[in-house]
């Protein structure tokens, strides 16, 4: 049997409910964005008061039907919003849709709440949980309106577990909070000694490092027809020799300055040689290869 999610007293929506008289019901949308902000919004008429709460009208809001099953199922509930003059919305300043294009409701949490009351009742008498989910993937927008998929929380138990495997490379990615390392104490300058081959993929320069210290580094040039153009470093020769993975959209000049970051290929004695970072290395080298365990 199912419970009131809240009642202006003890039964008195299964009374409403089992009197067999007119009801009044509306939908109840709280919206719990990953920032911690709570929207809660009706898709009736006018603004609603229960529980404490105030639901405004915010966006014009349809939803796609619910159901209930038995077993394991996940539930996919479609809100569709759209805004205009008569409904226009906002949040945090932002206007909704261009919110949410920047990924606002993303892993967002919304519930589904519906609220009755009689004839006679100025406001809801209680309400019960209809559906709670999470947003599952980025909306559909247009310049009207966005669809969210939500999706029911069993959806969790799809996750691969464990969310990280063991792996003899690094779990980290160079340059990152846990990694630690800062690109500012690794980035290098440097200039273009020789023009670009035809491709535009390959250039000297007067780097002194050794070979393929910037293997899978990032270049970025600062003058010439490349400038603010960065490419990810293919190879790096000893004699300063840089090929780069995708052609450059102009050719490289003599004299063109750049400045380079060193790549990182997750290996530990990378970790340990090149960056001195080794307290930070993520990665499990001496667990036995699978063909090697006895």
Known sequence: MRTALWETSTGAL???????????????????????????????EMPVQGNGQVWA????????????????????????????????????????????????????????????????????????????????????IDRYGCQIAVKSELSRLNVQVPREQFSAQCARTVYDAECGITTASRIAGGATTSASSLGRTQFSTNLAQAVGYFDLGTITFASGA??????????????????????????????????????????????????????????QPYIPQAETVT
């Open 57 to 140: 009208l915010g966006p014009g809001i349809e939803r796609s039907r619910c159901k209930w099953t038995v077993g394991v199922t996940v539930d996919t509930l479609t809100l569709t919003l759209t805004t205009d003059a008569s409904r226009p919305c906002a949040i945090a300043g932002t206007p909704l849709l261009a919110y949410i294009r920047a990924r606002g409701f993303v892993n967002a949490t919304v519930q589904l709440d519906r609220a009755f009351w009689g004839a006679g009742d100025t406001g809801p008498v209680g309400a019960l949980n209809w559906f709670t989910g999470r947003v599952a993937d980025m909306p559909d």
């Open 14 to 44: 299964a009374a409403l409910l089992n009197s067999g008289g007119p009801l009044n019901k509306c939908d109840l949308y709280t919206i719990t964005l990953q920032s911690g902000t709570v929207l809660r919004w009706t898709s009736f």
């Open 226 to 283: 490349n400038a603010g153009i960065s490419r990810t470093v293919k190879t790096h020769l000893g004699d300063g020799t840089i090929t780069v993975l995708s052609p450059l959209p102009s050719p490289v000049a003599s004299g063109d300055t750049f400045s380079i970051l060193p790549g990182c290929d997750g290996l530990q004695s990378t970790c340990s040689n090149k960056f001195a970072n080794l307290p930070h290395f993520k990665g």
